[in-house]
Nanobody, 126 residues
C-alpha cells in the first residue's frame, strides 16, 4: 500500500512562493501517476496538476498554469509542487495523490486517484 505525506505548507504573502513536497512509502512511486489537488474553504476539492509515472507528461489546471510546476523524483520516491506568484485565492488545503495507471490526462479528475496524503494547509495573505 502506498502512503503519502505532504510537507512545506504555511503562510505566505501574495506574490510569494512555496514548495510543497510529498514523501511516499510502501511501494515504488515509479508505477504511479501522481497529482496535486486543493480544497479551499467551502469548496470542492479541485485538481491542480499531474505528472505521469515516467515524468514525461504533465498537465495543469488553467487556474495555476504558468505559476505552478509539478515534478517528481522516482529514485527518492518524492513529488513536488513549486508554487510561484501566489494569490489569495490559492489558499486551501493541498493534497498529493497517486493513481495506479501511471497516466496524466489532459483533463485531470479526482476519481482515478486512489491514494491520498493527509493534506497540508497553504494560506496566502498579507
Amino acid at each position: 500500500q502506498l502512503q503519502l505525506v505532504e510537507s512545506g505548507g504555511g503562510l505566505v504573502q501574495p506574490g510569494g512562493s512555496l514548495r510543497l513536497s510529498c514523501a511516499t512509502s510502501g511501494r515504488g512511486l515509479h508505477d504511479y501517476g501522481v497529482g496535486w489537488f486543493r480544497q479551499a474553504p467551502g469548496k470542492e476539492r479541485e485538481p491542480l496538476a499531474c505528472i505521469s509515472s515516467s515524468g514525461a507528461s504533465t498537465n495543469y489546471a488553467d487556474s495555476v498554469k504558468g505559476r505552478f510546476t509539478i515534478s517528481r523524483d522516482n529514485a527518492k520516491n518524492m513529488m513536488y509542487l513549486q508554487m510561484n506568484s501566489l494569490k489569495t485565492e490559492d489558499t486551501g488545503v493541498y493534497y498529493c495523490a497517486a493513481e495506479g495507471l501511471g497516466g496524466c490526462p489532459r483533463r485531470i479528475t479526482i476519481k482515478p486517484f486512489t491514494h491520498w496524503g493527509q493534506g497540508n494547509q497553504v494560506t496566502v495573505s498579507s
